[in-house]
């Protein structure tokens, strides 16, 4: 048995229903040692059965048969198998990779091999020099003559040490004194145990060889022997494994560098969607985290008052008691810290200083939903002390409020006694501090307030409660909602609720949901962008078809094709990320120095939730948009796209 065998190979080519038979059974064997001239006319079927044995055609009928195993069958991944570990293709126009350099040319085939990258890369330089090209390994492909080309194309032929060497026309597009020495190469190669198979119309180069077999309208109509085949190789194939997601990776990373200008355009285009994004999102916590800054500056977010929803100021004041029922109820609720009473007054208020006498409308003893830092001077009231706002003091000292702390002031209280009497309540008090305006009311403790109404032997019981929540400010809201199930007569609510912390909360929610609103109108162009992406890729698909033939006669698989497509829509949006995130915090950066001197604050603030979030959706978007390109890259022809100009 043959080393190869061809047993009655027939293909025709088919115009519409019209059938053009271009091999009509072709029987030949082929043994190691080799060197076999296919020769005939252009038309005449010997590029057809080339690719038929190189495994690019599968699309015939007869059989193909390797050390007694039958190829017909095989699938497109035992055929790409069979491409990389048997065969080696030396093509008549060389069918360099125009970006790469000619050592990684020859690393492509490598690559596809279990050898370390050490090995690879030895061998691949071991090569070269076997071709006479250990000065040019760094050029590229347009820097070479014909002859050196021709030279790569068969260093990249044996890189995987196949068992079985297929050149088109070899010699085609060179001068008679390369055409000498590439015959010689493909000479010593036989001489190594090689089949060699030659495809070509030139008498020269099939004299040069072991065998001539003439091939005319489809037939073998001649086969001579020219001179004894060498002796058979008994090296072992390499072993092989179709090209990695990070060899891909590294191709599509030197096709970007070598389209560089174009690629800078295209990754500067995505990258304006990307940033968009950033900066909406960036404004929107800067701008939510000032107002929440504004407002938590003048209160405490995470207390809030709770009195009983008894109508109108006329209910009696029993009713509007807040009893230990209620509070231990509210105590029971979730997240609530604290309850801590609390009484206020509406009305009958005076505070005398010397000549000068201030009424006050409204008055309530001192708590938590007042902070420190909404108090100007001074500090908050203790026993027997009293917190003045700001407007009150200027009726007392109009010249110089702040003057007031440490004075004293006697404080009068309209109200009725246990007989339903008018009393005068007073008491003389140490001023504490003054509250800055807009800030809260007139304030003592409670423990003041109760020792003031009991001096005419009057109990007092809390008319609000303070509750103070525990954790962020996201937990008013739940605990808000809480009081707010429960329900009296005709289903009215038992209480009212007083603070800022729900409403912060809503705050926030319509803040972001309008940073989101933009965010999305931003990220409409990122659908451009995306496009943008897929006519690209597109576009480099076209450009790069005779690649993607090349790396499939080398035994890439589709799968492969795919991942090159991938890798190069994965440095477009990496790339695109990492600018839009640079050119966002430049943005930032101006942005928060201008807002610092007008409102001092940092009126941008882009997270690292926010880059993140870019980067993230920068690659999807990418990957994505790589979808359909990919997909037709690696459904390609091979035949066809090696023949693409």
Partial sequence: MSYLELHDIKKSYYLGSEEFPVLTGINLSFEQGEFVSILGESGGGKTTLMNIIGGLDSNYTGDVVLNGKSLRHDTSKQLDSY????????????????????FQNVMVSLEMTKLSRKKQEDRARELLEQVGLTDHMKKFPNQ?????????????????????????????????????????????????????????????????????????????????????????????????????????????????????????LIVFGAAIGIFSVIVMLGLGNGVQGYINHEIYSQVNPNAVQVAKNVGDSTTSLKKMTMSTKDKNRLKDIKNVKSVNDGYFVQGGTQLRRGKKTASVSFMQTHNATML????????????????????????????????????????????????????????????????????????????????????????????FVTIEIAGGVNNVKPVENQIKTYKGAKNKATYQITGVGGFVNTLNTYITLAVNVLATIAGISLLVSAIMIIVVLYISVSERTKEIGILRALGASKGSIRYLFFSEAFFIGLFSSILAILLAMVLAGVAN???????????????????????????????????APAGKAARLDTIESLSYE
């Fill in 144 to 264: 070479l003559s014909g002859g050196q080309k021709q030279r790569v194309a068969i260093a990249r032929a044996l890189a995987s040490d196949p068992e079985i060497i297929i050149a088109d026309e070899p010699t085609g597009a060179l001068d008679s004194k390369n055409t000498q020495e590439i015959l010689g190469l493909l000479d010593q190669i036989a001489s190594n145990g090689k089949l060699v198979i030659t495809v070509t119309h030139s008498q020269t180069v099939a004299d040069s060889g072991t065998r001539i077999v003439r091939l005319a309208d489809g037939k073998i109509s001649e086969d001579t022997k020219v001179k004894d085949a060498y002796a058979a190789s008994n090296a072992n194939e390499l072993p092989t494994h179709t090209l990695r997601f990070g060899a891909t990776l590294k191709m599509a990373l030197e096709n970007m560098r070598y389209n560089l200008k174009r690629n800078l």
């Fill in 83 to 102: 491409r990389r570990q048997t065969i080696g293709f030396i093509f008549q126009n060389f069918n360099l990779i125009s970006h790469l350099t000619v």
């Fill in 372 to 463: 420190k830092k909404s108090i100007s001077k001074g500090q908050a009231p203790k026993n027997n002390e009293i917190l003045l706002t700001k407007e009150i003091a200027q009726k007392l000292n109009k010249k110089n409020p702040n003057s007031l702390i440490g004075k004293k002031l006697t404080f009068y209280q309209n109200t009725l006694n246990k007989q339903k009497r008018p009393v005068v309540l007073s008491k003389t008090l140490t001023i504490s501090g003054i509250a800055k305006a807009n800030t809260g009311s007139t304030s003592i403790t409670y423990d003041t307030m109760k020792s003031i109404f009991k001096s005419k032997k009057i109990n007092i019981d809390p008319n």
């Fill in 593 to 627: 120095h201008i807002a610092n001197g007008a409102i001092n604050y940092m009126i941008m603030q882009i997270t690292p939730g926010n880059i993140l979030f870019g980067f993230l959706v920068s690659v999807i978007i990418s990957l994505l948009a790589a979808l």
